[in-house]
């Protein structure tokens, strides 16, 4: 197996002036073909701004959930600071202009400019109906749409 593996960016993530948007790329534009009707989409982005030896390398780190864990590994966490910084969110579609390649949506948690690695489908039958979490998260929203009313800066310690 090779150590080395090329990613392309298909496009780029955009948050301007309050508007959250997902540009293609003109050669990728036709990727949406059919895409209409899902109201939800898995956005992959790569996070570039934490793309050095120091972040994917920290594996380890001190209780950023205030009632996690003292310490918590890196693959216990959706921490941007990652061994590879592929990051993943499900977004709301609010609307898709095909001709431009644009898919909007009220909310992303990526950067300006954050480079787009792919997008899929969010289907029912993803949905867990019976997942286990650990005691320090058990609390949180249990539904996409009732996160978004949740109190999480109450949740971390930064």
């Known amino acids: 197996m090779e150590d080395m593996i090329q990613v392309n960016s298909i496009g780029s993530i955009h948050v301007e002036k309050g508007r959250f948007y997902i540009k293609l790329k003109e050669e990728y534009k036709k990727g949406l073909t059919s895409i209409d009707g ?40 959706r921490s941007q600071f990652r061994p590879n910084p592929i990051l993943i969110t499900t977004i709301f579609v609010e609307e898709i202009d095909f001709d431009k390649g ?38 949180w929203p249990a539904s996409y749409e009732q996160s978004a009313s949740f109190d999480w800066e109450n949740e971390f310690n930064f």
């Open 102 to 139: 644009i898919i909007y949506t009220p909310y992303i948690d990526a950067e300006n400019e954050t480079p787009l690695l792919d997008i899929k489908p969010y289907h029912l039958y993803e949905r867990v109906e019976n997942c286990e979490v650990p005691h320090w998260c058990n609390h």
């Open 38 to 77: 899902f109201s939800h989409l898995q956005i992959v982005w790569w996070g570039h701004l934490f793309d050095n030896p120091k972040y994917r390398n920290l594996l380890v780190t001190k209780q950023p959930y205030k009632k996690g864990p003292s310490e918590i590994g890196v693959f216990a966490t």
